[in-house]
Structures are given as C-alpha cells and as structure tokens.
C-alpha cells in the first residue's frame, strides 16, 4: 500500500475511534464530517430542511477507498451493520430525509451505512423510533411566509416546511410560546409537561454555526414549570453550589494527570509550562482539545496538540503576525519550525 493510501486509512481509522467512542454508534455519513469532508453547517441545513440534499456538499475526490478502509475497521471492532435513518419535522409528521436524489439508490445505501455496537444497537433503534422534533428558526434577515405572506423580520420565529418559509400560525405552532434557553430546570419541566415542543435555533455568523437559543412549549406547560421551580429554588441552589465545588476538584485532578501525562512524553518540558498547557486546553465549556473524548483519555497526539498550541502562542511572534492581518494557515507555516524545534528540545 502506498504512503498516501497508508495515510488515509490512518485518518479514517482515528476519526472513526473517536466518533465511536463518544456516540457508541457511526454512519459513513458522519465519518465524512469527522474527515471534515462534508461541513457540518451543510448537515446542520440538510436535518433542519433548508437544503434537499447533501450530495453537492460533501468533499474528498473518490469515497470508494475511505468507505472500504471505515468498513474493514468495523468489521475487526465486531461492530453490526445497518442503515441509519435521517428525518425532519415536517407539518406532515416525521419526513425521511436524503443525502442524494431521487435514482442514486445505491449512494444513498452507502452513506446510510452505520455501524454500531450490539450494546447500543436497541437503544439507537428506540430513539430513532421517535418523532422528529421540529426546527424553528430565529432569522438573521428578513422574510415572508410563503402562505400568508406575512412580512417577517430579522428576530422574528420562522419554521421550514421542505423549501417553504412559514410564519408560526401558518406552521400551526401559533398557540406556542417561547421559553429562552439558560434556566435548565425550566426548560426541562416545561418541556416534561408540554404536548408539542420546537427548537429554536438561530444561525451565529461569528462561529459558523446554528446555536440552539430556546423552545416552544404550550403556556400552560410554563406556567406549571415556574410554579415548580419556585418551590425548589432554594433547594436546587444548594445542589448547584456542590456541583460546581464537586466540578472544580474533578477539573484540578484532571489538570495534574494531563500535567504527568505531558511530562512523560516530553520530559524536557518545564514543569510549571507543563501545567500550564494542562490547565489552558481542559478548561471546562472551552472546547478546547484537552475537553474532547481524546483529550480526557490522554491520547499522545491530542496531547501534542495542545502542547504545540502552546509554543506557537507563548514562544513564537504567531500572534502578532495574525494582529498584523496575515492569514492563520500562513502564520502557522512561518512558526512552524520554531514550534518543532522547542518540541524537540522537550524531548519530542
């Protein structure tokens, strides 16, 4: 096998263990966003019904050799095979989405490959045997509903129904009510005692992304959920406050493995830069690689990741080059030998 093939079948292989790992199942289809062949802001449209289909956004030249490469792999993991099932809310009902169109069957089987453990095997099947939650969008510019042509602006609540921009009543979500995310008790009373529920997210122009900032419940399911958290403040308040002191010891633990961990895989690396690399990527909530699945497992390639992060930061003029305007790619390439020079005077 050539290098670059052997090189290829490597990046499958730990995409795949590491998407495995945190999910306990992988379709093919988010293997190719594990690569990042395929833009999860694409799969965020495609599940949320702004876009038909994916086949035009996935990247990467010829798929036949990576999906032989996922293949192999999960036959030595003993994992089961089967076809995923993708859908949306539609005012129908549930929707089955599809990567390809109409007459590209054998793609499509393809790409619905997933391979899971027989472990996980029920407890996927249970949770796609539900019904797709609806996706409300809190737009970024404005529109007007397709139906009754009502004008709606930048802010204003906005449901897709295949291609179609419905306004809420059009939807008929218009007796719903919008709960703000940030009070987690609330939004999980209301959610238990509400009969009809959306997401709403909304498009972050700064991070590329939908961002998730509420939902829609019945008025009566708020109503009862802020009467329930009112009796238990008190209570929930005292919990929070050992959970944060219970997360702070956890966090100051985990500092000290990833410490040890740095220092015996670069014993030259100064103590104290050791600890502080350790600190900066498994900071809670920064989703920094110390946080991923990797990180917390203390794999050796995450790990170097982090530390060369460091150096190109507090070792190197990176910053300034970047403050200077020039593009990241570009001012990685110009620290990049410095960076491995510092990594091999630690002992890497």
Known sequence: MSKSKVQLQQRVITAAERLLESQGHISFLELLMGLNWLSPNAEAAWRHGRIEHL??????????????????WAASKGLEQRQAVYTRAGRAGAHQLRIFPAGQDELEAIFRTQFVS??????LQKKETKDAQPVVFSIVRDST???????????????????????LACAGMGELEYLPRGDVAMTRRATRYS?????????????????????????????????????DAGERAQARARA???????????????????LALLPGCPPDEAHKIAEHTATRGTGRVG?????????????????????????????????????????????RDRVAEIVRQWGG
């Open 55 to 72: 086949a035009d956004d996935i990247h990467g030249g010829d798929l036949a050799l990576p999906f032989q490469h996922f293949a192999e």
């Open 118 to 123: 027989p472990a996980k095997r029920e407890a």
């Open 145 to 167: 509903c397709s139906e009754c042509g009502a004008e709606l602006w930048k802010g204003d609540l906005l449901f897709m129904d295949g291609q179609q921009p419905l306004c």
């Open 195 to 231: 009969s009809r529920t959306a997401v709403v997210v909304r498009f972050s122009r700064s991070r590329g992304r939908y961002e998730r900032q509420g939902i829609l419940v019945e008025p009566e399911a708020i109503a009862r959920a802020e009467q329930e958290c009112a009796a």
């Open 244 to 262: 944060a002191v219970a997360r702070a010891q956890e966090d100051r633990e985990f500092a000290d493995h990833m410490t040890s961990a740095i």
């Open 291 to 335: 946080r991923s699945a990797a990180g917390r497992a203390l794999q050796q390639d995450t790990l170097m990741l982090a530390v060369r992060a460091s150096i190109r930061h507090r070792h190197t003029n990176y910053d300034e080059l970047l403050a200077k305007g020039v593009e990241r790619q570009d001012a990685r390439d110009r620290v």
